[in-house]
């Protein structure tokens, strides 16, 4: 029985060798294969005949009609805008803290080194803000920052939030004022 396993083992072994043979006759083989695809590829049109096609009529209504459609869009915002009581920008931070005295002597020393810069006291409960100017972008609070910086080292520029000089409140009348049931 083992010279029966044997034999087998050295028939398996020689059909195995014998199939790892490469069958390809190599690059030479494939030296004169040719293939013609252009039935198959898609067509494009000539890119600059197309552009040619375009008149300068077209671009120019186009862009009329982009204007158009900003300028009502800008139109749209503006008076959205108009109907919102408060606006986001800018203002200095020239004191912050709960002492009302050095709040008042901060904003008049402010008057009295900077008479042109406006300042502007408030009070949010627990402390005092003396703020300078009212900005929409940070860039132009950066002029009274700058001014502001030499006498004052711990001023900064800070968010805040305005009310619109044109908003008028609604009236409140008798049938939609608040706690009437």
């Known amino acids: 029985m083992k010279g029966v396993w044997i034999v087998g083992i050295v028939l398996l072994a020689a059909m195995g060798c014998k199939s790892s043979k490469s069958t390809s ?48 869009s800008i139109q749209r915002m503006y008076d959205k805008n108009l109907t919102e009581p408060y606006y986001n920008g800018y203002s200095v931070l020239v004191y912050s803290g709960i002492d009302r005295n ?45 001014l502001i910086k030499s006498q004052f080292p711990t001023a900064r520029i800070i968010q805040d939030r305005f009310q619109r000089k044109e908003y008028e409140a609604p009236e409140i009348t008798n049938s939609n004022a608040e706690g009437q049931n």
């Open 25 to 72: 006759g190599g690059s030479t083989a494939y030296a004169n294969y040719q293939e013609d695809l252009t039935g198959t590829l898609p067509i494009y049109p000539d890119y600059e005949a197309e552009m040619a096609k375009v008149s300068n009529v077209s671009q120019e209504i186009s862009t009329q009609t982009v204007d158009a459609a900003l300028h009502q």
């Open 102 to 146: 050095k709040a008042f002597e901060t904003r008049d020393e402010l008057t009295e080194n900077f008479p042109e810069i406006k300042a502007e006291m408030q009070y949010q409960e627990p402390r005092y803000l003396v703020k300078v100017g009212k900005f929409n972008f940070k860039i132009e609070a950066q002029k009274s920052f700058s």
